[in-house]
């Protein structure tokens, strides 16, 4: 049979128009949905942005012996900065070191004769967990002794337990969330479809196909579940730029990050997910009524 | 054309609709189903749509075994198959055009030829000048002229009526029934179910009588009872 798009769509518009109340309210839970699941996409994203930031800021720092020479020196930068855990590593000379210290602590530092700070090299990870095992490489490469590694471990295996924590709980939710969000779409589909099964049965009388009936109802999920999400990401996207501007005027010491938030694939997964569920739901409510 | 072999109905479990009913009706004919409320008339219509599947029996539309129609398929066989009801059946938001034209849209016809198509069959039953008017606009009589045009629109080679008059007042029905003679001429084989006894009376045609799921009589030229 010949696919006849317009038809299915002006029948689909008709509909719409004709059953508006019906179609407000599956927009409406759709947007709701979406809305919510959008919130929970902010509050993943920004989580993890934060721990991430946390982590970025842990650091190792080895300090060289009193004894080492340029070359050692220069060895050892190399060598750390080729290590694939390693995102970056400074080299803090003793007169850099000497500087920090006179500017953060400048009354005890007028008192020092001569310069009692060692060298250093600072290292900062992809991953904070990584910590442990590059302390090991660092007291195995032969440059530094165990005692002068310096890095917070506990700050580090804490962070670890947290996110794991924060991020389970951030699936399961959007999980559950997602699967109550399909049944209460396809609830309020399922009643505008009731409300529409004598035309249905009349329909079916006539010759249409299972399919033909179906149609124009799959169109009518897809543009609700198109309406309402397209909202509700559209929300979403605000209240993460209000939230970031917010939050960086009010709780500045918190590394609240504008790019936190992809926001152009956060908008594509929900408006994406809203049209999913739409012809999902529509597709699967009309099936009970098609058996005449 | 239509062919009903030693059919047994039963609904549920003890419900007799139909007891071995055997009778052939060929291209062409027009042929009164008649019996009283409960006989089982809209049974040999549903058999006929393969809306329900007999409990015994065969029955055969169009040199077809119904049982050999998979469920695919069933859309194609009703088409070839107009249908009118006592109760019309027109979707209510659509205009008179816009229902006919359903049923059109249905096998895939093209915009054009509906288009053209449309109005010249509401005009054959009389209602050209209601053709935008919803089925609630409409009275009876004009609601199953409607139908008719519908049932009738893509030239099925089956016609069915079940009780296409139990609706509408005697005068009315009779231009339903003239209608319905109408497209019988042009060679549509047309089966009406009904229990109006005056109406079968006037038109002289072959009946079938049915009571408590039996046939009990079947007359080339009859009459609504048995003339004495
Ligand atoms: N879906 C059904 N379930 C159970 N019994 C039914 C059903 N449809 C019809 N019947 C019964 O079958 C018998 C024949 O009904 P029907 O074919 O509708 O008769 P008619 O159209 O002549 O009035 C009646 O006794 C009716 O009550
Ligand atoms: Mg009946």
Excluded at chain 1, 51 to 61: K, L, N, Q, Y
Excluded at chain 1, 168 to 194: E, H, K, Q
């Amino acid at each position: 049979m010949r696919f006849n798009l317009g038809f299915f769509l002006r029948e689909a518009f008709k509909n719409m128009r004709l059953n508006l109340l019906m179609s407000v309210t599956a927009a409406t839970t759709t947007f709701m949905c979406i809305l919510v699941l959008g919130i929970g996409m902010l509050v993943n994203a920004h989580v993890s942005d934060i721990i991430r930031s946390i982590g970025e800021r842990v650091e190792i720092t080895a300090f060289f012996p009193e004894d080492a020479t340029q070359q050692e020196i220069r060895q050892a930068r190399e060598e750390v900065q080729s290590w694939p855990e390693v995102r970056e590593s400074t080299y803090v000379s003793k007169e850099e070191a000497l500087q920090r210290f006179q500017e953060s602590l400048p009354e005890i530092a007028q008192n020092l004769e001569d310069n009692p700070l060692p060298a250093s090299i600072e290292i900062s990870l992809h991953d904070p967990a990584d910590s442990q095992a590059v302390a090991d490489r660092l007291v195995e490469s032969g440059y530094f002794a165990r005692e002068d590694i310096s890095y917070p471990a506990q700050t580090i295996d804490r962070l670890n337990t947290i996110t794991g924590y924060i991020t389970w709980a951030l699936r399961g939710a959007t999980a559950l969330f997602l699967i109550s969000s399909v049944l209460l779409i396809s609830n309020a589909i399922r009643l505008s479809i009731f409300a529409r099964r004598k035309e249905i049965e009349i329909q079916k009388l006539v010759g249409a196909s299972d399919n033909f009936v179906r149609m124009p109802f799959v169109v009518e999920g897809m543009v609700q579940g198109l309406i309402g999400s397209a909202v509700a990401a559209l929300v979403v996207v605000w209240l993460n730029f209000f939230f970031v501007d917010w939050a960086n005027r009010n709780i500045p010491f918190f590394p609240i990050s504008a790019t936190a938030v992809d926001t152009v694939s956060t908008m594509a997964i929900l408006i994406a997910v809203g049209v999913i569920i739409g012809v999902a739901g529509s597709y699967l409510s009309v099936r009970r009524f098609l058996k005449v | 054309m239509i062919r009903f072999d030693n059919v047994t109905k039963v609904y549920g479990n003890d419900v007799l609709a139909l007891e071995r009913v055997s009778m052939e009706i060929g291209q062409g004919e027009f042929v009164f189903l008649v019996g009283a409320s409960g006989s089982g008339k809209s049974t040999v219509v549903r058999l006929i749509l393969k809306e329900i599947e007999p409990s015994a029996g065969t029955v055969y539309v169009n040199g077809r075994r119904l049982s050999a129609i998979p469920r695919r398929q069933i859309p194609r066989h009703r088409r070839s198959i107009g249908c009118v009801f006592q109760d019309f059946k027109l979707l209510p938001n659509k205009t008179a055009a816009e229902n006919v034209a359903y049923a059109m849209e249905v096998t895939g016809q093209r915009r054009r030829a509906i288009r053209t198509k449309v109005p010249q069959i509401l005009e054959l039953v009389g209602l050209a000048n209601k053709m935008d008017k919803y089925p609630d606009q409409l009275s009876g009589g004009e609601q199953q002229r409607v139908s008719i045009a519908r049932a009738f629109v893509s030239q099925p080679p089956i016609l069915i009526a079940d009780e296409p008059t139990g609706n509408l007042d005697p005068e009315t029905s009779v231009g339903i029934m003239q209608l319905l003679h109408r497209i019988n001429r042009i060679g549509t084989t047309v089966l009406v179910a009904t229990h109006d006894k005056e109406m079968v009376d006037v038109m002289r045609k072959r009946v079938i009588a049915l009571e408590d799921g039996r046939i009990v009589r079947d007359r080339v030229k009859g009459a609504y009872l048995d003339e004495v």
